[in-house]
């Protein structure tokens, strides 16, 4: 350790290297003239120089001459005293490169850069840095503390710490202001153009009191948070804050107020995490790319304008996210929520929507979903959800249970995605332009709803781990009815991935049922009638199973444009009944492996249409035509091969047309022991086009 006492006049070093200490150099009440150092580095200490009450100057002819420091713990600490930085650079420190505590601090063209951190100033009675640059240190570019514990308080100290036309950029942290005041009547830290860019935190305030007005001259720029304050009280006033990548401002625990400003383009707009206290009045939060505002707790926007939020591409993010609280902690009156990916997203939360407070969470213009619940238990009661131009209620990952609802005139009624549970009893599901309810992956139960006039299916199901579809009604929608996709084949579900369609009605929507990949294990069809549908009834897609059930389970197909279908997969359609279904009894197509065993067909054009198939078999079956002149044929086959034996046609306009209009060309048609009876006036018994075809 070397101390210079200042009852000596003058003190020279020499070629001595001062290193691996404690304390590199102590000097007591000394000023420059007192001390001259050439060829003499201050090297790998804890502290290099340790200045207490000191007059010194560091300016570019004596840094790296007089003063070499060099790979220090920390460069310079002070306190006390009057230190000046004149045309200097601080750098190669690995933790702080300046320690300031109580000295005057005059600092003008310098730059502190390539440390650990920058510069810390504490209780400085005056500090002021001008043109200087505080760039990248790894961890924070400038430190402040600006108040002293008095009888147990924190108050502000006599001086004030100014930052005139300085670069703050490439840190950690950009400023750390700790019990720090900023703005108000009695200002710590003042700013004049001054820019702080590419931090990670532009500026870190814990327990202090700051305030950001428009007159401030601080310019923030791409850092990932520009502002972040943590505890104490934060306010913004007629503030401009864009372009941070991860939140533009962040408060943690904070008494926080933003007036008439605007949080826009960043990754989130604003952050207010367990704030005691927060109020947002005439402010905007736009074009953020995840969240306009994501809050924790009690908030009130009064007058804002929450728009344009979201990562559209990605599907995710919106105007609004609420975390761990409830509907009566917030007040949003007269604040618009629009265009946002999601208007407003509950998480974590116990949501409880009644005729009383729906209306404040109806967000109609977004673009994908008005209220999202995620992760969250969402219960809605005699709520009626109409008007929005996306999905009225999204939920994901929640339990959410829907009871004497009515979602009508919306895009799209509800979607559930990955919920732990979600159901529905006595609601009704009208008139959206696109379907009335989308479930995905998630167990869901049905019981007692309409399904009635929507735009797409009346119910679109993803995936399920199962379906209970009960005693509902499906009618006047412009797809299927209902569509259900099953057996995600990476997926191992409970229950057998059941999905069951029991005493409903599907009818008159533009096709019935539709199901996916469905085996015999996990699809149950009971006591429900499918008819009125403008083209398909019943579509097995992709399927592999035998269907035997009919009589037993009491289904129909009835009055439709086409009974059942198979298209691709394997499917044995075993003793079913497909009445009245006035175009097409039966169709395969698109690569479906067909069998029908003892199946009967009545009032139809065509017994059976096959446009394409792997694989077709009828046998045993009866099929009757409307015993009129229509052209029709009892067998229609335009692609794939077919066999049918023992087998009655009965009343068609014409028996057998078998032709090549897609498929193998060589496929081969067995009509073999089959009868073809009353066909009418001037009708062919079998017209043979192509392939091979043996009668």
């Known amino acids: 350790m070397n101390i210079l006492n200042p009852q000596i006049d003058l003190v020279i070093i020499a070629g001595t290297t001062i290193r691996d200490s404690f304390i590199g150099l102590e000097l007591l009440g000394v000023e ?127 001086g004030a710490t100014v930052l005139r036309d300085c670069t703050i950029a490439r840190g950690g942290y950009g400023i750390w202001c700790d019990h720090t005041w900023i703005g108000g009547s009695a200002p710590e830290l003042k700013v004049f153009n001054t820019t702080i860019c590419n931090n990670d935190l532009g500026i870190y305030s814990t327990n202090g009191n700051v305030e950001f007005t428009g007159e401030q001259g601080w310019e923030f720029r791409d850092n990932k948070h520009h502002i972040y304050a943590v505890r104490g009280a934060c306010s913004l006033d007629g503030v401009t804050l864009s372009g941070a990548s991860v939140e533009a401002l962040t408060a943690v625990g904070t008494d926080l107020v933003v007036k008439n400003s605007e949080l826009a383009r960043s990754g989130v707009g604003l952050v207010a995490w367990a704030c005691p206290s927060f109020v947002a009045r005439s402010s905007k939060f736009l074009k953020n790319t995840m969240f306009g505002a994501k809050i924790h707790g009690a908030a009130t926007f009064r007058g804002c304008e929450i728009r344009e939020n979201g990562d559209f591409s990605a599907g995710d993010g919106g105007g609004l996210l609420l975390y761990a609280t409830n509907e009566a902690d917030h007040d949003l009156r007269g604040t618009r929520i629009e265009d946002n990916y999601v208007g407003v997203r509950v998480q974590t939360c116990d949501w409880r929507l009644t005729p009383d407070n729906a209306a404040r969470w109806t967000f109609p213009e977004n673009e994908f979903a008005s209220l999202q619940a995620y992760d969250a238990k969402l219960i809605a009661k005699g709520v009626e959800f109409a008007g929005n131009h996306c999905y009225a209620l999204s939920s994901m990952s929640s339990d959410v249970e829907l009871v004497n609802c009515e979602f009508h005139d919306n895009d799209g009624g509800a979607i559930s995605w990955a919920d732990r549970s979600f159901s529905a009893a006595n609601c009704k599901f009208t008139d959206s332009s696109g379907p009335g309810m989308t479930v995905g992956y998630g167990p869901v139960a049905i019981s007692k709803c309409r399904f009635e006039r929507n735009g797409r299916q009346g119910l679109l199901a993803h995936y399920n781990s199962r379906v209970d579809l009960e005693d509902s009604r499906f009618t006047g929608n412009g797809d299927f009815g209902v569509f259900l996709k099953m057996n995600q084949p990476t997926a191992t579900w409970d229950d057998k991935n059941l999905h069951r369609v029991v005493d409903c009605e599907i009818d008159k929507n533009q096709y019935g049922l539709r199901v996916v990949h469905a085996e015999d294990h996990n699809f149950e069809l009971k006591n429900t009638s499918i008819s009125g549908s403008a083209w398909y009834s019943i579509m097995y897609d992709t399927c592999s199973l035998t269907v035997s059930d009919q009589k037993k389970n009491e289904w129909t197909v009835t009055g439709n444009t086409c009974g059942p279908c198979v298209r691709y997969g394997d499917v044995t359609l075993d003793s079913v009944n497909s009445e009245n279904n006035w175009n097409i009894g039966f169709l395969v197509e698109q690569g479906g492996r067909a069998t029908l065993r003892n199946c009967r067909t009545t009032g139809a054009k065509y017994g059976l249409y096959q446009n394409n198939s792997t694989q077709t078999i009828l046998d045993s079956c009866r099929f009757e035509g409307q015993y009129t002149n229509n052209w029709k044929w009892a067998v229609y086959v335009e692609g794939g091969p077919l066999t049918a034996i023992n087998s009655v046609f009965a009343g068609f306009h014409q028996g057998f047309w078998s032709g090549h209009l897609r498929g193998p060309s060589d496929a081969k048609r067995l009509f073999l022991n089959n009868t073809v009876a009353d066909l009418r006036s001037m009708g062919n018994g079998v017209q043979a086009s192509a392939c091979h075809t043996t009668v």
């Open 32 to 158: 420059n003239g007192d001390l001259r150092i050439s060829n003499s580095p201050l090297r790998n200490n804890s502290f290099g120089l340790f200045a207490q009450n000191c007059s010194l100057t560091f300016d570019n002819d004596n840094v790296g001459k007089k003063w070499r420091l060099e790979d220090n713990a920390t460069g310079i600490i002070a306190y006390g005293g009057d230190i000046t930085f004149d045309n200097a650079t601080i750098s190669g420190s690995r933790g702080w490169g300046v320690v300031l505590s109580g000295a005057k601090v005059l600092a003008k063209d310098s730059q502190f850069r390539n440390n650990g951190s920058g510069l810390y100033v504490k209780k400085a009675p005056d500090a002021r840095f001008i043109n200087c640059s505080f760039v990248d240190n790894s961890g924070t570019n400038l430190g402040i503390n600006n108040a002293q514990l008095v009888n147990n308080r924190w108050e502000a100290t006599a």
